[in-house]
């Protein structure tokens, strides 16, 4: 999403569809639970001009997060513009320059005169143009003139420190799904890191300045960019999220089934919130399936039939999923569910019939890259997506 923050205050203050369970985008507001303490560490950082990056699972309120906080920052009187893309199909060096450098430039300017002039002044020297045909045509606000070198990787990340300087304004440059920048080749992303990680930098000086938000929904992803390889050491703050309680959670639906009239035992709610890790995004969809079933009270029959619902949803991506695992790896999960964490160990690589300590490494690398398990800083794994835990003990090894 792209916006100026001219705009800002109506986008987040626009009514949402009347329902009390919101799935289909972020939240903010009264419909924002939890986490106040995350969004209260976001302001912070982003008052103190830090680049802050964000990795957890699809779905778990990173956007809500982010969203909410700025929220909070307009409400206490803070001025800023923010500028924001999505690198979710970047397959090359090209497209990402061209789809970052537009979401910028959108947000800076309104008219194809205010875009030209932008182009022309602020990326001059560089193969960027802005091309009056191809804007008519395509709507296209930037365009490359021959093969993007260094030079033109530089001058387009600086712009958002440049257009805060000729602004006067604070810029916060949300960067979603910034693991994408691996699927180019290593020593093309390895050149935007090394820029980047410079710009990151020259962002602390000057009166106005600009602050980068770096989410990612490829949790072990982010992890190989921002903790193995370290690519911008010192150069961000993480924020991690943090389960939303499970009190916040079974109070927000028993309200939200007791504005339309309908009442639910407390105890199926907590066996929901179990099931679903906490995990806000899957029980709103629940807690809405189920709320179009009733009329009244909801029982225990009406929630395994949502459950069902749900699985129907998923259960093509989950085959999928399972389709592409070895029996090894089939064979980790297994072990994980049944809460094993000592892997290596010749009882587990025994019971497990994993062969060796060395093809263990292999296995958890595979599922790790397959944004299927990740670890803890204490080498305890656990299952990304709560569902998906669900569907493949209950009906794929059928337990």
Known sequence: MVFLSSAFAHIISKPTMDTPFIYDRFVTGKNFIGRKSECAALCNLLSNRENVRIYEPPMTGKKSVIQQALFDMRLAGRQYAVFGTN?????????????????????????????????????????????????????????????????DIRQLLALPGRLAEGKKTEIYVIIDEFQELLKLDEK?????????????????????????????????????????RKYFFRKTEHLPLHKIGDREIADHILRGFSTGGKVIEQDLVMGAIRLFDNNIWYLSHFSAICDSLSKGFLNEGILMDALNIMISI?????TTVTDDLTVHQLSLLRAILDGENKFSSTEVIEKYGLNSSANVRRV?????????ITFNDKEEAWILDPLFRYWIEKYYFER
């Open 364 to 372: 958890k690398d595979a599922l790790k890259k397959k944004e299927i």
């Open 87 to 151: 690198l979710f199909n970047i397959r090359s060096v090209s497209h990402f320059l061209l789809k970052f450098g537009s979401s910028v430039i959108r947000a800076a300017a309104s008219t194809p005169a205010e875009y030209a002039e932008t182009v022309g002044t602020m990326l001059a020297g560089t193969h960027f143009i802005f091309d009056h045909e191809r804007f008519s045509m395509s709507d296209e606000v930037l365009t490359l003139d021959g093969t993007p070198d260094e030079n």
């Open 314 to 318: 998923h259960r093509h991506r989950f």
């Open 188 to 228: 093309e992303y390895e050149d935007i890191f090394r820029i980047l990680s410079e710009i990151l930098s020259d962002n602390k000086t000057g009166e106005y300045g600009v602050s980068f938000i770096l989410s990612g929904s490829k949790v072990n992803a982010m992890k190989f960019i921002f903790e193995e």
